[in-house]
């Protein structure tokens, strides 16, 4: 009695091991079939649209980009919350850029930010486009803002000019010219055509 | 012009150069500056400014000019000279080399003349160096002069 019990709870056994196994295997194949679906699409959906529509080489979130003179002191930092690097001219697109130039003796900063930037890195050359503002502070002469919408900025030269428009506040004048032409260092800013400036008594 | 009045100093020019550190800005060709009627031209004018207030005009040209309109209790003024110098602190215009100003009939020639914005004074002086050189005057005789 107890042998032939015995046999049959052996034999239900085996069934039943070789159905755990079949589910075991048919649980795998699902599982690898979900993981081949699931990697496929999505990696190349996402990374073109981290990469942006101009295919970078590469790009960088919250990149900063940093220069000094020989001295080793900083000379120019330039940020922007997402910079695209192609290698072939060393370019760098770039959102929303804020640069600091510091004067070389006086260290007076100039800020400058617009909506977008391209900077050649072995140049060393920032142009900025689109609501282009430079703000330059001095303790004898207090705060100037200079407004255009197109800018390049060369930091080797250690210039700046552009051909557009430009309108050039402080605390006593406006002036608007077109077309400028500055030297950072020195301080002084040639404007090239239709001068028109306001002064007004404080 | 009135660096109290409320009226800006308007400066027209070709071009510019502005020297912050210099505290200086230059404009060049056609350069027209003008306060109400008030109007200055010349080919070149070096503006001074002293904390953020402009201090003094140098004009040049050839020559420069300066016109006044009439006002309440002055009238009208044209002045000239290869120099027009304005300091702003002493409220004085002096016109340098072939200076000459007109008011009202009256006319005054000569190496440097000077125009006190405030008492409308007009001194006229020759050239030192030049013992040739002299004032003009031509005084028209007005009306209400004394009589005697």
Known sequence: ???????????????????????????????????????????????????????????VINATYRSFDSEGRLSARISSPRGEQFDDDKRVTMESPRGLLLEKDSRAPWHLAAERGEYYLNAERLTLNSNVRIRHETRERGEALLKTERLVVDNRKRIVHTDAPVTIINESSLTRTTGMKGWIDERVLELESQVDGYYYSR | FDLDSDNPIRIESKSARLDDKAGTATYTGNVRVTQGEARLEAQRIVLTRKEGELDSLDATGEPATYEQPETPDAPALYAEGNRIHYAAGEGLIVFERNALIRQAGDRFRGNRISYDLEKRVVTATSADDDDEDRVEMTIQPGKNRDNN
């Open chain 1, 1 to 59: 009695m107890m042998g032939h019990w015995l046999q049959a709870f052996i034999s239900d056994l085996q069934d039943r091991s070789l159905w755990l196994w079949g589910a075991a295997v048919l649980t795998a194949l699902a599982l690898v079939l979900l993981l081949l679906r699931s990697e496929q699409p999505v990696t190349s959906r996402d990374a073109e649209e981290l990469r942006g529509p101009d295919k970078p080489d590469g790009f």
